[in-house]
């Protein structure tokens, strides 16, 4: 069966530091890949979405980048992190194809000090 | 731009059947019904998808109205374990993105 790794769980960084969230997928070859932001009390945000290596498609301007090294990994980076770059950050994966559901991670939960 | 209405609340008791309602009287030929569910602190959880036939799967049933205009997540003997915020969503089948709204809260109770 597929599953989807996301670490680290949580994190704590000042303001303009660098970073990094790392997400893996196993069981499943070619998915479509996705970066996903909840801020405190609103809806989740896609914010990166991916259907191959090295294929990335932004849907907001923003401070973070993201960026797809191999067929099943998926990093979410920043060079400086703002204070607005707090949140909760999911990843998720989906099949290829019309329809697929896509399925998440458990989630990095990221504070800026 | 909401497409989906669902209840704020809901209670249910534990062993029965919940019945979830969603109403999406805007919805286009290629668009999907998707639920999830997700529990506090945790990432969202798929649940089911249709897109216009009813669809069962080990975890609920999902039954679309003939116009698609609403469906209903059943989940068919609610634990406590699925106290929860349930999301109706609807995407089109071009699209990557999931809107996720503000759900049901479903409190299932001993």
């Known amino acids: 069966s597929q599953t989807i790794h996301q670490w680290p769980a949580t994190l704590v960084q000042p303001v303009g530091s660098p970073l990094s969230l790392e997400c893996t997928v196993e069981g499943t070859s070619n998915p479509n890949l996705y970066w996903y932001r909840q801020a405190a009390g609103r809806g989740l945000q896609l914010l990166f979405y991916?259907?191959?290596?090295?294929?990335i498609s932004s849907e907001v301007p923003q401070n973070l980048s993201a960026s797809r090294p191999q067929d099943r990994q998926f990093i979410l980076s920043s060079k400086k992190l703002l204070l607005s770059d707090s949140g909760f950050y999911l990843c998720a994966w989906s099949v290829r194809g019309v329809g697929q559901p896509q399925h998440f991670g458990d989630g990095t939960r990221l504070s800026i000090l | 731009d909401a497409k989906t209405t669902q209840p704020t609340s809901m209670d249910c008791a534990e062993g029965r059947a919940a019945n979830l309602p969603c109403n999406h009287s805007?919805?286009?030929?290629?668009?999907?019904v998707y639920w999830y569910r997700q529990i506090h602190s945790q990432g969202p959880q798929y649940i089911i998808h249709?897109?216009?036939n009813n669809e069962t799967n080990e975890m609920a049933s999902l039954i679309i109205t003939e116009d698609r205009k609403s469906s209903t997540l059943i989940l068919p003997h609610a634990t406590l374990r699925d106290t929860a915020v349930y999301y109706c969503i609807v995407r089109p089948s071009n699209d990557y993105k999931l809107s996720f709204g503000a759900g049901t809260t479903v409190t299932v109770r001993a």
């Open positions: 805007t919805i286009s030929g290629n668009e999907y």
């Open positions: 991916s259907v191959g290596i090295g294929q």
């Open positions: 249709g897109l216009k």
